[in-house]
């Protein structure tokens, strides 16, 4: 769909049509939630899929920051209404904080040594 489209409301497609045989059919049909996708999240679904969803080869193909590459990942999650599974609270992963994933982030684009980020761990604990 064309960018900005989506958002002027429910869209529907109401004719499919072939040229051989000439043949046509009418109706409401629904658009599906990938459709709905701008451009932009089209192109990123398709090199995250081509990366086999590595977030880090996403950041080489496409030159940008891997905070950049989470950011657009969780655009499109949004774009098409799918949520994180939900982890019990007695599971093996708690809650990362938001200056831990900061942290994490920076390590993974390595900004950060792995001792620099144990170190900001134990900082942003206390």
């Not at 497609?13 to 072939?18: L, Q």
């Not at 996708?37 to 193909?61: D, H, I, N, P, Y």
């Amino acid at each position: 769909m064309p960018d900005g489209l989506a958002d002027l409301g429910d869209w529907h497609i109401s004719e499919f049509t072939c040229s051989d045989p000439p043949l046509s059919v009418r109706g409401k049909f629904e658009i599906s939630r990938f459709q709905r996708l701008t451009s932009e999240q089209e192109s990123f679904l398709v090199t995250f899929l081509r990366c086999r969803g590595v977030l880090s080869a996403v950041e080489k193909e496409l030159g940008i920051s891997y905070p950049t590459v989470r950011s657009r990942l969780d655009a499109l999650l949004a774009a098409l209404e799918l949520t994180a599974p939900d982890i019990p609270e007695n599971g093996l992963r708690t809650k990362v904080s938001d200056k831990h994933k900061e942290i994490l982030d920076r390590l993974e684009a390595g900004e950060l040594s792995p001792e620099e980020a144990k170190k900001a761990m134990k900082e942003a604990q206390s």
